[in-house]
């Protein structure tokens, strides 16, 4: 892969202008939609409809035809029949546009292999780079340019890429829903051009991106995925890859789906772990993982410390965190000596330190504390499982005290209802990372601290 | 197992009149929150606060000691130090009160084994029947009675038994969330007296529990579980079975919890598949597949036929079904041949169908009404990946003609943001089940159809 990829695709994510060929005044058509979002998302260079109606959309002058643009536009939204976007492309690159994020379908996935090949010269021959065709287009937060849907704007340390529009639309929702936000989405379609490995390159060298979160249902180009996944480690980043076609029926279902399967999931697994890519099971750990180690920054030195009020959650993580390949830490005497002499005598001194059911913030914090200084402990998750008034409070002290020494604290409430919702947002308001169950937490800590 | 314990426990979940021992002015205090909630719950009776204070408690007149207790009062709630339960029992006892929940802690939990054999004996000669010690109390909807906490209230088909009293408040509070509700909520804690095995068996016999979710570190009597789960089978309900210690650290943990762990993992799948018990991996899907059995009734004949307008989704829910013993079933050609008709080319015909982006309501209805019709759908999954006007009023006219034909229909919405929250909101107020993402609803409705 050749080395300048990253500083090329740069520009798809800082483009000077864009336009938005096929912008369309009426609502519910996807030409409407894409320059809706673009101009709700707040990009702040100029933004150009294009569409032969001419006249006037969202208060912006249309311009009739490709030929016209103004000049500077480095990114085109093509959302016009898929007969028309091989010539689109060709008076794209005439007027030095350099990158085509094409939504349009009706090309392989629809059996029309004759466009696409016709596509594929048009590529070539216009210099135009592409995202797509059959995509469901790119957010760049930090260039405020939202060129998909839904609305996606909160910036944050995620990036999202994805064979499957909805998977990248899905994970953009829940990381806004938790306030972490994407540093960029990009859905790949057809993959006609720009491939998963040119955007992991890209991401592994982006400054705003931790953590690559890859739905993919097989490579384009083994050799050229393993490079890219080498840079992302050698940057301290994580890749986590949802890869479906693990059963006979998942394997048939994804050659329908984009026919790019290549490989036994075996053979994925293999290239995966020589290179440190992070093989997830569902798309939920997906987002849990990525999300988990944006939010830690990475792994940390030693192991997972559980301190919970209940103890069946406590045994569920621990149980979860084992299959998982992540190993509690073990106990050392002298820590365990210290709970014993703080802690009332009924609590459960042990890896997960179950404080029982009537245990207050100021026990959670006295064992926090006596956890975190013990070297055994990397990671504290503490497990919540009723509303303790001041919860919030000490975990983000906790966390502070944690970040000093290196360490890391998570957190867990597991229950519903609106004291749920009410804990959560406490919990979230004071900057902590919380799961719903013991087993994601516990799950997402293992997938963060997987090192194959 | 004797005959008469499910018209025994009846008495438990029925009481004439309840009686709070240790009730508490006190917000905060144990005390004082069961006697609240069982205010608040609506329980019709008498409810007697009874504390050596006298006075008043929430405008009840208090009753000062257990011999002053009228008659009537066949459950009695015990939030008194620990010591003193053993001879408050031997009072019940005489006064002809038939159940006590015991919610005092400080007993073998806590290492006090004396304490401990001093109850056993109690409960022999007292004639009580205990719930507890050590626990997090019980719910009984159809009587209206919550002497637990959180306050839970809402009826419904699920019954909630549970070792951990997290896990227990946590299934009601799901359930409570998704409108669901639940019969019964009973936190086993130490299991002094009443067992697992006497919950299911009078669950089973219950006309308003469908399916039971239980959470057990350890059986107490494996003979007399298998016993209480053929009773389930025989009722054409289902028993779900979380239950932790499957690694060697799960094990341990469990072990310092409730000191009740019995034999391996190994050996207990091969109880719970010798009566057909249905072991669950974590606690949101105990959840989710006692919530499915309910809200189906029960498995379908024929085999998951999933439609959806994301791929990527449809691949998911495919290897998800399939790796938890559940196959999609075959596309017969005269069901593809229909879809070909009536769908447009780009749609890819296969089972996941994949309708594809641009899909609205009317190719779901069109789509979902052949995949009902043919012979090979017993339960069709709906995956929604963007919000399609109309698709909640066609889910629930495809769910009514399925169930005139023993059908099912279930839904999944996968997404984030606003939109998710009202998507799902439309969907359920239809009356329709929705999963948040592909694999939980795969993993459901694999549990719902395992058969072993």
Known sequence: MSSQYPSELETLFRPRAVAVIGASATPGKTGHTILQNILAGGFEGPVYPVNPRGGEIMGRAVVPAVPQLPDGVDVAVVVIPAAMVPDTLMQLGSRGVKYAVVISGGFREAGNDELETRLQQAIKESGVRVVGPNCQGIVSTGAKLCASWPLTSRRGPIAVISQSGTVAAALAGWAEDEGAGVSGVVSLGNRGDVDESDLIAHFAADPGTLAIALYVEGLRDGRKFMEAVRAVRRAGKALFVLRPGRTERG?????????????????????????????????????????????????????????????????????????????????????????????????????????TGDADAARFEVAGRIMLRAGETGTLLAIFGDPIPGAAEVAAGLAAGAFESGKQVVCCYIGGGATEKEEVQALRSKGMLVFPTPERAARAMALVHRRS
Chains 1, 2 share one sequence.
């Open 251 to 355: 394997i048939k279902a994804a050659q329908s789906h984009t026919k790019s399967m290549a490989g036994s999931y075996a053979v994925f697994q293999g290239v995966a772990r020589q290179v440190g890519a992070v093989l997830v099971p569902d798309v939920i750990s997906l987002f849990d993982a990525a999300r988990t180690w944006a939010f830690l920054g990475g792994p940390s030195n030693a192991g997972l410390s559980v301190v919970t009020s209940s103890g069946g959650s406590g045994i569920l993580a621990a149980d979860t965190a084992e299959e998982h390949g992540y190993r509690l830490s073990d106990l050392q005497s002298a820590t365990a000596a210290e709970l014993r002499t703080f802690l009332p005598p009924h609590c459960v001194i042990g890896n997960p330190l179950d404080l």
